[in-house]
């Protein structure tokens, strides 16, 4: 086994797995999808070790995440020091890819991104994914920081407490009319555990552990539930009397005042605590937006220093 990496064979690499197929990392590369094929199998020789599962689109194997992670790395790198050096070329955009949450893009991380100063010339792509698995594009490779619910640090990875996403039980004045004024001596657990419930997707567990926690760990939402997978339409489906469900306090708050939302339990929220991780790289760019980010955060997520709540020990929402 040779122990070099060429550096063509692991740009190569990179390649196919960003574009998702050797079809068209061929044309990024300006080059055939047959010495796609062959540069892609000479790493593998070298290496030693399956780097690609040849799906689509492809996914590095354990292996293949270690030199994606090593190629991302380097291509960072060597755009900071050709901007430092003022090299040409160096005026092209930097690209920097981040795992976010739905309901983190949908209130204060847009913002956040906003912040960054713009001579930088940043270009996002952002990935939206639940914060519980953000961390596995980071292992993976696939982004170079990301929002996630896990304190513990990935391999290579430097982590920040960013404080909690804290959500409110709620329903509309209508639905709540129905399910609770209409039963006045029937507990909140057990016309929760009737009453429709909306979800985001198959994997958002905080109905289910609100009513786990008011019916000390039996049980969950009811199985009438409704699937909303975007942060805003959940919020609609919730306002427009499909269902109850956990809101972000900071969604939640105008549309109480206004009256399209009602408290089911407002001294039993639900916080869920978020972390910035990212590459251990010295790059300015990545500086500046850990720097936003962080700033943000401390002025939209709640850091928990007043009123009673649940840490959320349950799976967090897309």
């Not at 976010?100 to 949908?106: E, G």
């Not at 961390?135 to 993976?140: F, S, T, V, Y």
């Not at 929760?192 to 049980?219: E, K, S, T």
Request: aromatic letters at 6%; hydrophobic letters at 45%; one cysteine or more.
């Amino acid at each position: 086994m040779m122990t070099e990496l060429p550096l063509d064979l692991v740009r190569t690499l990179l390649a196919v797995v960003d574009e998702g197929t050797f079809d068209a990392a061929a044309s990024a590369l300006h080059v055939t999808p047959s010495a796609v094929s062959q540069r892609v199998k000479a790493l593998e020789r070298r290496t030693g070790r399956v780097l690609l599962m040849r799906t689509k689109p492809v996914r590095p194997t354990e292996s293949g995440e270690a030199v994606v992670r090593f190629a991302r790395r380097l291509a960072r790198l060597e755009l900071d020091a050709r901007a430092e050096l003022g090299m040409t070329g160096s005026e092209e955009p930097t690209r920097l890819s981040i795992a976010v949450n739905s309901d983190s893009l949908a209130t204060w991380f847009l913002p956040a991104l906003a912040r960054v100063p713009e001579e930088l010339r940043l270009s996002y792509e952002l990935r939206r994914e639940d914060q519980d698995h953000t961390a596995a594009l980071l292992r993976e490779g696939l982004v170079m920081a990301a929002v996630t619910s896990s304190p513990d640090p990935v391999t290579g990875c430097s982590v920040q407490s960013l404080g909690r996403m804290r959500y409110m039980a709620v329903a509309g004045p209508g639905f709540a009319a129905r399910w609770l004024g209409d039963r006045p001596d029937v507990p909140l657990r057990e016309v929760l555990a009737d009453a429709p419930v909306v979800c985001f997707d198959r994997r958002d567990d905080l109905q289910d552990g609100f009513v786990r926690g008011l019916r000390r760990g039996r049980g969950g939402a009811s199985a009438l539930r409704h699937f909303v997978p975007t942060s805003e339409g959940f919020v609609d489906a919730v306002a427009a009397g499909m269902g109850w469900g956990m809101v972000p306090q900071v969604q939640a708050e105008p549309l109480l005042r206004a009256g399209r939302l009602v408290h089911l339990a407002a001294d039993r929220p639900i916080d869920v605590p978020l972390y910035w991780q990212q590459w251990k790289l010295d790059s300015p760019a990545l500086s500046a937006v850990a720097e936003a980010v962080a700033s943000a955060a401390a002025a939209a997520l709640d850091g928990g220093s007043h009123g009673p709540h649940v840490t959320s020990a349950v799976t967090g929402r897309g």
